[in-house]
C-alpha cells in the first residue's frame, strides 16, 4: 500500500464506494449512490445478479473472515466509504475492524449494534433512558419463564434474546402458547441467540418505521414508512422477511414525529452518548402507535428490508454525501434531505413455499417493465453459467414506483409485476392496503 493511498482516503473523496450485504436493501443502497456525479464505481461484497444491472456497480467475491486479503483488496481499490448493509457484520464488529484500519465506515461499531443483537440489553436501554416501550422480563430458564406467564394476567409476548433472522420473536394469543414459545426456544433452536428470552407485555396498534442517519451526536430523519411482515393477505400467515412497503407514513402527521422524536428518538441519542457509544450509522426505530402514545418494539441497527427499497428512490443525489458525514462525525444536523414530492411503494416477489420451505433455480423472465419512477431491486437472484437469470432465494426481487399518490404507485407496480414471471412466483395483492383508497372501495 502506497502513503498516497492511505492519505488519500482521509481527503473528502467520494469516487469507489463500498457496500457489504447481498439483499434488495443493499442493492437499493447501491442505486442511490451511484446516482451522485461524484461516485466512479460502487463495489458490493458479495451483492447479488440484480447488482450487475445497476449503473457503475461491481461485485467482488472475497470472504470477509478473510482480513488481511480484505483490507489489501479495499486499500488496492482506493475505497472512500464503506456502508455496511446487514446486521450479522456489524454484531461482529466489521464496522470497528475496518475503522482501525483508517477507512471510513457507515454502521455502527459491536457496541451500538448492541440494541438489535440483544433484545434484552434494548429493553435495559430503554428503561435507563425512560423510553416508551412495552414492560418485559429478562429470564435464563424455562422454568423461570413459565413462573412469570403463569402469574401474567395477559399472555406475553415471547423473544430470543440474540438475532434469529425474525424468527425468533412469537405472539401468543393465550398462555399456553406463551409457554410452547419459551419451550421451542430454550430447546436450543437458535443456539446462542436463545440462551437468554425476553418476555413482554403484549401491547396494541398500527407499526411504523422511522430511521435516522447519525453520526454519533446528531442526526437526521429520513421518511417513514410502513411494511408489510406477514405472508398472506389481510396481514395473516406467519411473519416473513417483510412482503412488501410503502413510504411516507401518513399515520405520523408533522406533530406525531415532533412527538416521536422528543419522547424516542432524542433520548435514544442521549442515552447512546452516556454510555459512550459513538453510533454511526442508521438506528431504525420499529414503534407501536399505541393509545397511550408511541412505543418502541425494537431497534435495528441497519436499513429495513423492503423499507429501504422504498425509500431510496424518494433520496436526491446528495444522499451519499450523508452517509459519509455521518462516517466522519460530521452532521450539522440541519441537512435536509431532498425527498420527493411522490409517494413510494414496494411489493415484493418471493418463492412458492417462503418463509417455510422453497425450491430455486428457476428462470425469471423481465417483459417490459416502465422506464420511469419504477425499479426492480433483486433480492434472491444469481445468474446460470450462461447468464440467464435465475432465481436464488425465498425473496426473489421487489418491484418499487413512485407516483402522486398511492392508488396510482400501486397500479403502477401491480402492472409492471405482470411483466415478471418464474416458477411459483408469489405475492400479495393488497399491499399498502391501509393508503389505497381504490382497493377500500373494491372491499
Ligand atoms: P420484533 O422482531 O421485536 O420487531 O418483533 C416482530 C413483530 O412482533 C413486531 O413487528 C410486532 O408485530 C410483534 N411484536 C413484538 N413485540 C411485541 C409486543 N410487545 N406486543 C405486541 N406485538 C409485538
Known sequence: MSINSKSSRFLNRLENILIIGNGGRENSLAWAIQKNELVNKVYLIPGNAGSERINKCERINIDLNNKNELVEKLEFLKIDL???????????????????????????????????????????????????????????????????????????????????????????????????????IFSGKFGKSGEMVVLEEKIQGPEVSVFTLCDGKKYILLPTAQDHKRIYEKDKGPNTGGMGAYSPAPLITKDYLDEIIQKIIQPTIDELNKKNINYKGVIYFGLMITKSGPKVIEYNC???????????????????????????????????????????????????GYPNEYKTGFPIKIGKIDSDNCQIFDSGTTLSKNGKLLTDGGRVLSIVCQEKDFDMVFEKAYKNLKEINFDGIYFRNDIGHQVRKNLSKKN
Open 82 to 184: 464503506i456502508v455496511i448493509g446487514p446486521e450479522i457484520p456489524l454484531a461482529n464488529g466489521l464496522a470497528d475492524f475496518l475503522r482501525k484500519k483508517a477507512f471510513k465506515v457507515f454502521g455502527p461499531g459491536k457496541d451500538g449494534a448492541k440494541l438489535e443483537y440483544s433484545k434484552s440489553w434494548a429493553k435495559e436501554f430503554m428503561r435507563d433512558a425512560g423510553i416508551p416501550t412495552a414492560s418485559f422480563w429478562k429470564v435464563n430458564s424455562l422454568e423461570e419463564a413459565k413462573k412469570i406467564i403463569h402469574s401474567s394476567s395477559v399472555p406475553l409476548v415471547v423473544k430470543a434474546d440474540g438475532l434469529a433472522s425474525g424468527k425468533g420473536v412469537f405472539v401468543p394469543e393465550s398462555k399456553e402458547e406463551s409457554i410452547k414459545a419459551a419451550e421451542s
Open 302 to 352: 441497519r436499513f429495513g428490508d423492503p423499507e429501504c427499497q422504498t425509500i431510496m428512490p424518494l433520496l436526491d443525489q446528495n444522499f451519499v454525501l450523508l452517509l459519509e458525514k455521518c462516517s466522519m462525525g460530521k452532521l450539522t444536523g440541519d441537512e435536509i434531505i431532498d425527498t420527493s414530492d411522490k409517494v413510494s411503494g414496494c411489493v415484493v416477489a418471493t418463492s412458492k
